[in-house]
């Protein structure tokens, strides 16, 4: 299977759309949380490729033509940034407060739970950038001698949890400002939480946008900070 795959290098790339157009399909059927387009569709590549036993680099040599579109992706989270200027100049502070200490939550976490189960440095710092998107994530791993394959794991991983989370969590702390739930699914979850924010409202998407563009160039600021601190 694997040396008929490698002769067909966008198996990975149909794969991965056309397991995500289930998932679009899917969540209109039925509109639960649980039934993320993006979270379906990574479950539906692991179950092929274990199924058919087929290697990750085959299914790769095809999906990475997908990446080449997370940066335009990420550029374009400023449209909806710029609609909300007013809102943005307004709540200034708070903005910038939040998403600072999100970044610093965030680092911090992951160094106590590496200390806490004894990861090695290499996971460590592939851990790092787990909390802003892939495009920046990536270059930090890679700069700190991390593994990338993890990172986009972890961030993926991230972003799944904080999109499928977003509303239990707004509902269980009684969180209604739309600037801060932008804020929270920026920070915490990047583009895929913002994709999230969007279903809340446009502030609430704006928000969010504002916050994965912060988050990562706070992220590129901090890492090497806290790369020195090795569980």
């Known amino acids: 299977m694997n040396e008929w795959l490698q002769g067909n290098l966008y198996f990975g790339f149909f794969l991965a759309l056309g397991t995500y157009v289930i998932g679009l399909a899917l969540q209109k059927r039925f509109p639960y949380t649980i039934f993320n387009p993006l ?7 692991v179950a092929v490729l274990l199924i058919f036993d087929i290697d990750y680099e085959t299914f790769d040599a095809g999906a990475e033509h997908i990446t080449y579109f997370l940066t335009p992706c990420t550029v374009c989270l400023a449209i909806p940034m710029y609609k909300q200027l007013k809102v943005l100049r307004k709540n200034l502070a708070a903005i910038l407060l939040g998403i ?5 939550a965030a680092a911090l976490s992951i160094w106590g739970m590496c200390a806490l189960l004894g990861l090695d440095g290499e996971i460590y ?12 994530a990536m270059g930090v791993a890679e700069e ?14 991230t972003g ?9 969590v ?13 804020l929270a699914c920026g920070n915490a979850a990047h583009a895929i939480g913002t994709s999230r924010a969007l279903e ?3 502030v609430e998407g704006a928000m ?4 994965v563009v912060a988050a990562g160039i706070i992220t590129v600021v901090l890492a090497p900070l806290f790369a020195g601190l090795i569980p």
Do not use: D, Y
């Not at 710092?125 to 920046?136: F, G, N, R, Y």
């Not at 707004?170 to 932008?182: D, E, H, S």
């Open 200 to 202: 809340f409202g446009e």
């Open 208 to 211: 969010s946008s504002l916050a």
């Open 144 to 157: 700190l001698g991390g593994k990338t394959g993890i990172t986009v794991m972890a961030v993926v991983v």
């Open 39 to 45: 979270l379906i569709s990574s479950v539906l590549c």
């Open 125 to 136: 710092h592939s851990l790092q950038p787990k909390s802003v998107t892939t495009a920046i």
């Open 100 to 104: 600072g200490s999100g970044c610093l």
């Open 170 to 182: 707004c509902r269980l702390f009684r969180i209604k400002n739309p600037v801060a739930i932008g």
């Open 160 to 168: 799944i949890f904080g999109a499928v989370t977003a509303k239990l």
